[in-house]
């Protein structure tokens, strides 16, 4: 193991893979629920989809025209139109209730079931209706200027969807298209994994809430809103729990509310300084291990199970104090957690390929995460360190939309060297 400048390598840190698997061994898609239609989206389907009806329930016109018998428009031309007498209108929703017999024609809108006897539908531009009514003269006939196959511009029923036919399967991601292919089924509610619910509780004596004027040090508690924010960019149901003290009593209080939630994640406590107290309560309440992970930013971890007073396990996450730290181990931890809950199968974000403008360090051994301003130009990701990195910074992490990584065993990237980058936004927002 190789260590770079001042720092220093510990022997007893995990690999970010490790840590990932680790922690990864306790989640999977949860549960199912009767969800109404609409608020299935971004859920993930939890049972196959069978059709319930044929898709179109009826034969019906793919055009504005007449509906024909085939056999009566043989061989038609503008030289030889074919006359034939019109007996009716059929339109959307209102079929026609007529026959179309030899000689016979039905004026048909798009989307009308197509009538009894017809099997073609001739559309108004191949007829003289434009010309009939510039003469004045009625639609009661009307002239076919041209020869269709049988079957022209008729939508057969079931041709999107038979009845009794898969149509979606368990385990497909709920999109627009999805939501709008069951409504066109007549299902009004779907069998949805639901979203986890996720326990947030900051830690810490100078943490003050919103609302309050800033004294002696304290600083406002960003990291609840930040990590809330997460939750739900991600499609988990965040529940503050508010701030707990650095005392034991407090912390053993507010964690009395984490039952029922899926997942609890703290944020700070878990560092050499000061997790102390945390591991004390956590432990009683619990199997908590404290970890280092060999990443900066993000060392610290903590990650194991809290009995709820219902008995049941509730798995926590214990995030790093820092700003950027929580953040980061958000992404890296958290997210993949949430969406395995969520039944969704790709759990890491997506990661590209690109280069680098300016120089990102790695002063001790540790994979790091920079935080990078992507931009995608002639086909090619740039990604620009967005400044200071401490993790402390956290407009840093504002200005970036990515994380550009250095290898543990690199002591840092250039400029112009090429760097894989976790996206935290995808292409269109990264495209200029
Ligand atoms: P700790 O992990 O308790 O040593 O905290 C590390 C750093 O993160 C300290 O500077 C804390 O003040 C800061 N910090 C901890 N919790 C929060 C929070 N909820 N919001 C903003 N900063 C925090
Ligand atoms: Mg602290």
């Known amino acids: 193991m190789r260590s770079h400048g001042r720092g220093h390598v510990e022997q007893d840190m995990l690999s970010v893979e490790e840590a990932y698997e680790r922690m990864m061994a306790s989640f999977s898609p949860l549960d199912a629920a009767e969800t109404p239609l609409l608020e299935a989206l971004g859920h993930v389907l939890a049972v196959d989809v069978r059709s319930p009806l044929d898709l179109p329930p009826l034969a019906n016109s793919g055009m504005d025209g007449y509906a024909v018998r085939g056999e009566d428009i043989r061989n038609a031309s503008p030289d030889a139109p074919r006359q034939l007498k019109v007996i009716g209108l059929a339109a959307a929703g209102r079929g026609s209730p007529q026959t179309v017999a030899a000689g016979t024609a039905i004026r048909i809108m798009t989307g009308a079931p197509v009538p009894a006897g017809a099997d073609t539908v001739v559309p108004f531009e191949e007829t003289d209706e434009v010309r009939r009514r510039k003469a004045g003269l009625s639609l009661d006939e009307i002239a076919i200027l041209s020869d269709l196959p049988p079957g022209s511009n008729v939508r057969p029923a079931g041709e999107d969807v038979g009845r009794g036919e898969l149509v979606l399967q368990a385990g497909t991601l709920i999109r627009p298209a999805e939501i709008g292919v069951m409504a066109s089924l007549g299902l009004e509610k779907v069998k949805a994994i639901r979203s986890p619910v996720v326990s947030i509780l900051a830690t810490g004596d100078e943490l003050v809430p919103m609302g309050r004027p800033l004294e002696g040090g304290n600083i406002y508690d960003s990291n609840s809103f930040s990590v809330a924010a997460s939750v739900m ?54 199997e908590i291990d404290f970890w280092s992970v060999r990443m900066r930013p993000a060392k610290p971890l903590a990650f194991g199970h809290l009995r709820g007073d219902g008995g049941r396990a509730v798995p926590l996450l214990g995030l790093p104090g820092n700003p950027v730290s929580a953040m980061v181990a958000f992404e890296m931890f958290a997210r993949p957690a949430i969406r395995a809950m969520l039944g969704r199968r790709r759990l890491p974000r997506p990661t590209v390929e690109g280069v680098l403008t300016g120089p990102v360090y790695n002063a001790d051994g540790r994979r790091v995460y920079a935080r990078v301003r992507v931009e995608l130009r002639n086909g090619t990701y740039y990604a620009s360190p967005t400044g200071p990195q401490g993790s402390n910074i956290l407009t840093s992490m504002a200005r970036a939309n990515g994380l550009a990584i250095c290898p543990e065993d690199l002591p840092g990237k250039e400029a112009g060297e090429r760097v894989q980058i976790i996206m935290l936004e995808w292409n269109e927002e990264v495209d200029v």
């Open 233 to 286: 960019a991600c499609g988990g149901i965040p529940r503050p729990l508010g701030i707990a003290r650095d005392n034991p009593g407090d912390l053993d209080r507010t964690l009395q509310a984490v039952a029922g939630s899926d997942l609890v994640i703290t944020s700070a406590g878990v560092s050499k300084g000061d997790y102390d107290i945390v591991k004390d309560v956590l432990a009683r309440r619990g």
